[in-house]
């Protein structure tokens, strides 16, 4: 009986769990919605990376990340970085002593949207469901880290 509760038990917590893969929203790859760049996947982890620094019209890219524990920057780091966060960790601690800063973190996604929305040289990341009309997004990735074209998303919600 109590071997029988234990396996019950356990299959209740792996029920529990967080969101299955199916579940996770689309990561949003986005800029502000005037910017007329459209970087690709790996223009954009060229930008994480700080190997490139310029938008196509000479401004300086200002890449920004949300906290290192977040789920979509784990995402990001994964899945269009390449990367894994001790990679990446080691990757920063690398680039700091050539005077490469990471980019910048901000705390929340709300403060993600501000800015991006705000800063006319800004790439960051969000949910991409729902949308919103102060950004524009230029790369979508799947929880399974398929990389989708903005143009070949699925409707929010469907």
């Known amino acids: 009986m109590r071997r ?6 356990a299959m209740l917590l792996v029920a529990a769990s967080p969101r299955s893969l199916a579940e996770e929203p689309l ?5 502000a919605a005037a ?3 459209q970087p690709g996947a790996d223009e954009i982890a060229q930008i994480f990376k700080r190997r490139k620094l310029f938008w196509s019209d000479g401004t300086r890219i200002q890449p920004v990340n949300l906290p290192a ?3 979509l920057r784990q995402r990001l780091t994964r899945q269009v ?9 080691e990757y920063w601690n690398e680039q700091y002593f050539h005077g490469v800063l990471p980019p910048h973190v901000l705390a ?5 949207l501000r800015f991006v929305a705000d800063t006319s040289a800004a790439i960051g990341y969000l949910p991409a469901c729902p949308p919103d009309p102060r950004v524009r997004v230029v790369l979508l990735v799947t929880a399974e880290g398929r990389l989708l074209k903005p143009e070949t998303a699925p409707a929010c919600g469907g």
């Not at 929340?108 to 993600?112: H, K, N, Y």
Request: charged content about 20%; aromatic content about 4%.
């Open 27 to 31: 990561l949003a790859v986005v800029v």
């Open 4 to 9: 029988w509760l234990s396996l019950l038990a």
């Open 81 to 89: 970085l390449h990367q894994s966060a001790e990679a990446q960790q």
């Open 108 to 112: 929340s996604e709300e403060a993600m």
């Open 69 to 71: 524990d977040h789920p």
């Open 35 to 37: 910017r007329g760049d």
